[in-house]
T-cell receptor
Framework: DSGVTQTPKHLITATGQRVTLRCSPR?????VYWYQQSLDQGLQFLIH???????AKGNILERFSAQQFPDLHSELNLSSLELGDSALYFC??????????????FGPGTRLTVL | DAKTTQPNSMESNEEEPVHLPCNHS???????IHWYRQLPSQGPEYVIH???SNVNNRMASLAIAEDRKSSTLILHRATLRDAAVYYC????????????FGSGTRLLVRP
């Protein structure tokens, strides 16, 4: 158990819908990262928040957005869903940002299926 | 981003050592080399990291070439639980230190 929790574990929805994925980092961790894992693209970095502020963006679609709240939990919002958005979405947390030796701890993931 | 090259898959027998290679010839002098693994149906987990010298921890050893263009993750006695996809990740010095995953090496451990 990494100490990172993600809800829900599974999500099934239809094209065009909007969903919210939630992540609670390890106690005391200030950084939250979101990653997407699909069969054809592998594990891809989406976005990084540190203490409520966006630090870096990766291959995140404009239909996707995220935020980190004052209690440090984070939400990833996916809208106008398409079949290709079906994937595993992982959240990871780390204690700091800007340290190359910092370890990221991953949650169990949310499996999103778009029908 | 530094490019990495890893074998698609490797096989090992249980309780034998495993050497997982990674080429990262474009790595810069300040990038730490991290290894993560992903067990089936789980999120990735940290294994080990290093900069220039060899490193050991309770999970594995990391041998880094003198020119830093390659590294080898060593599992001293593979167990069935070590069957996973192993990712070698040069960690670039920027404001985020996000992880850039390649395709990794799928390790199969035979009983």
């Amino acid at each position: 158990d990494s100490g990172v929790t993600q809800t829900p574990k599974h999500l099934i929805t239809a094209t065009g819908q909007r969903v919210t994925l939630r992540c609670s980092p390890r106690s005391g961790d200030l950084s939250v990262y979101w990653y997407q894992q699909s069969l054809d693209q592998g594990l891809q970095f989406l976005i990084h928040y540190y203490n409520g502020e966006e630090r870096a963006k990766g291959n995140i679609l404009e239909r996707f957005s995220a935020q980190q709240f004052p209690d440090l939990h984070s939400e990833l919002n996916l809208s106008s869903l398409e079949l290709g958005d079906s994937a595993l979405y992982f959240c990871a947390s780390s204690s700091l940002a800007g340290i190359s030796t910092d370890t990221q701890y991953f949650g169990p993931g949310t499996r999103l299926t778009v029908l | 981003d530094a490019k990495t090259t890893q074998p698609n898959s490797m096989e090992s027998n249980e309780e034998e050592p495993v050497h997982l290679p990674c080429n990262h010839s474009t790595i810069s002098g300040t990038d730490y080399i991290h290894w993560y693994r992903q067990l089936p149906s789980q999120g990735p987990e940290y294994v080990i990291h290093g900069l220039t010298s060899n490193v050991n921890n309770r999970m594995a050893s990391l041998a880094i070439a003198e020119d830093r263009k390659s590294s080898t993750l060593i599992l001293h006695r593979a167990t069935l639980r070590d069957a996973a996809v192993y990712y070698c990740i040069p960690r670039e010095m920027d404001s985020s230190y996000k992880l850039i995953f390649g395709s990794g090496t799928r390790l199969l451990v035979r009983p």
